[in-house]
């Protein structure tokens, strides 16, 4: 099997991490792969915050609890909004917070495709990473964005979509999870 196909079945999302920080080669291959993305008209309407201090992390963790609490139909974020110092990232040494342009009407599709290249890139490399939902919770109040703005240098007109976290696996990924069957169709 070529390398690309190799990486795509074998990437899994990693929940635990060693403490020790990814290299600055690493950082930039991700995010090379994370701008080399498809973008709908080539808009690429993408950010990305790196954040490897653990002061701002626990910031923006506490932001993400505080807006758990508003959102009150969802069991998961009631959960997160109950739990004290909850490690949403997982104690990752790094983790990027893609932001989208909120004037691009499919800034979520087009972020979400920098953020795969990242990920695949990542596992490439021999790191782990994984998808953090709640990181959109930032984008819900006006005051909240503006405090993001602010801490993660993100520009004017954007905001948070989601989160990625990065760093060496803790232990050997597992072998993929099984996939659903019959959720295709060739038609000749
Ligand atoms: C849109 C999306 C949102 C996700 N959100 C989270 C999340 O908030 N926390 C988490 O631990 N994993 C999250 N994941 C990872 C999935 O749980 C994971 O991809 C899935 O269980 C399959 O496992 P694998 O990535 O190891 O193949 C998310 C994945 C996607 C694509």
């Known amino acids: 099997m070529n390398e690309v196909l190799q990486v795509i079945k074998t990437r899994r999302s990693v929940r635990s991490y060693q403490e020790r920080q990814i290299t600055n080669e690493e950082l930039k291959a991700v995010l090379e792969a994370g701008v080399y993305a498809p ?11 790196v954040v490897q201090n653990r002061e701002l992390l626990a910031r923006v963790t506490d932001w993400i609890i505080e807006e758990a609490a508003f959102i009150k139909d969802n069991p998961k974020a009631r959960e997160i909004a109950s739990t004290k110092n909850a490690a949403l990232f997982r104690r990752a040494p790094t983790v990027i917070v893609v932001s989208g342009d909120r004037s691009n009407p499919l800034a979520v599709e087009n972020c979400s495709c920098a953020a795969q290249n990242m990920m695949l890139a990542a596992a490439s ?57 019959g959720v295709f169709a060739v038609l000749v």
């Not at 990473?129 to 709640?134: A, E, H, L, P």
């Not at 801490?151 to 760093?167: H, S």
């Open 125 to 181: 490399l021999g790191l782990g990473s994984c998808w953090i939902t709640y990181v959109g919770y930032l984008a819900r109040r006006e005051a909240t964005v503006a405090k993001c703005r602010a801490a993660l240098r993100i520009p004017e007109g954007y905001a948070p979509i989601l989160g990625l976290t990065l760093g060496y696996p803790a232990a050997p990924p597992e072998p993929a999870q099984p996939r659903r069957k």
């Open 39 to 49: 973008s709908s008209m080539n808009t690429q309407p993408w950010f990305f915050s």
